[in-house]
């Protein structure tokens, strides 16, 4: 008697089971595979992700970083500057003069004067106003200076008095100081404040730094 395990049906159904196993094991080992490289594609990204976080955030400090720096330059250089004196370059030396000279006629021969008037005993503002003055000059204008204003203000207020008057020639020296750079207000100050007291005057009153 034939056994049944050398029968040709026992046979195929041992081959077939065995390939079964094989295949099974295969799309196993397939998906095992697939997992791991999904779990490392997914590890990857994540390290790219954090890669990538890592240098925007230390972009971000070197960026804030070098404002800070830019901001402490800044500050500074301002700092410096403020403990600096005022000082009329050459060209706005050479700007008022020039402009001053174009204008002229709308000073001596109207009867219009310049006063220049600095901050009682404070050498800054009295040195920058003598700068001021030697700039207005020998322009064909009438030009007074005195270092006695008690007026307590910062910069230099250029008015003509009385205020309640429109002045060509004050718009004059005004547009000379814009021309120059040269910063100043337009308010009226109390004229009482300075020793020279003219009516129908440009007053260019030089305040503390």
């Known amino acids: 008697m034939e056994s049944l395990w050398n029968s040709p049906d026992s046979v195929n159904m041992i081959r077939l089971i065995a390939q079964w196993t094989v295949a099974i094991s295969g799309v196993i080992a397939l998906v095992f595979t697939m997992r791991a490289a999904t779990l490392k594609d997914r590890a990857d990204a994540a390290k790219t992700k954090a890669d990538l976080a890592e240098r925007a955030l230390l972009q971000t400090k070197i960026q804030t970083a070098e404002e800070e720096a830019k901001l402490a330059k800044s500050q500074a250089a301002e700092a410096k500057a403020k403990l600096q004196p005022r000082v009329l370059s050459e060209k706005q030396f050479q700007i008022l003069h020039n402009e001053l ?27 920058y106003a003598k700068q001021i003055t030697d700039a207005l000059n020998n322009t064909g204008w009438e030009i007074g200076f005195t270092p006695m204003s008690t007026h307590v203000f910062p910069g230099i207020a250029i ?3 009385p205020h309640t008057k429109e002045s060509e020639s004050c718009k004059a020296v005004q547009n000379a100081f814009t021309k120059a750079g040269v ?5 009226y100050l109390e004229i009482k404040q300075t020793p020279i007291q003219v009516e129908n005057a440009v007053y260019i009153i030089v305040g503390h730094k």
Not at 102 to 126: H, Y
Request: hydrophobic share 45%; proline share 3%; no cysteine.
């Open 101 to 127: 000279i174009a204008s002229s006629r709308l000073g001596k021969q109207s009867g219009i004067p310049i006063v220049i008037a600095a901050k009682l005993m404070d050498d800054e503002s009295i040195s």
């Open 159 to 161: 008015f003509f008095n």
């Open 183 to 187: 910063k100043f207000s337009t308010g």
